[in-house]
């Protein structure tokens, strides 16, 4: 029913920019908080960025200043827009949403994951 489709990911310079984006299907409403997670070769996985419904946004150290997440209510689409991407950037980014169904049923997707590759 739920999915997650990422799109933009690709091969950037160092220095570089790039946006990613992530739009969820299958007749949803009621997002509470989406954003991204990014697993680079031989790390966990870490949080990147996440943002609410109502526009609260939370970043990873390692991002902040760089990176900024928005998203899109009624597209039910988070954004996310990189800028001065290190080396250290390079990694599969997951975007997940989380979706409130009740005072006491929530449930968390995942999408399949874009690769992002900072090199020279």
């Known amino acids: 029913q739920v999915q997650l489709v990422e799109s933009g990911g690709g091969l950037v310079q160092p220095g570089g920019s790039l946006s990613v984006s992530c739009a969820a299907s299958?007749?949803?409403?009621?997002?509470?908080?989406m954003g991204w997670y990014r697993q680079a070769p031989g790390k966990e996985r870490e949080l990147v960025a996440g943002?609410?419904?109502?526009?609260?946004?939370d970043y990873g150290d390692s991002v902040k200043g760089r990176f900024t997440i928005s998203r899109d209510n009624a597209k039910n689409t988070v954004y996310l827009q990189m800028k001065s991407l290190k080396s250290e950037d390079t990694a599969v980014y997951y975007c997940y949403a989380e979706i409130v169904y009740s005072d006491i049923l929530n449930e968390v997707y995942w999408g399949q994951g874009t690769q992002v590759t900072v090199s020279s």
């Open positions: 943002i609410t419904s109502g526009g609260s946004t």
């Open positions: 299958g007749g949803i409403s009621n997002i509470n908080t």
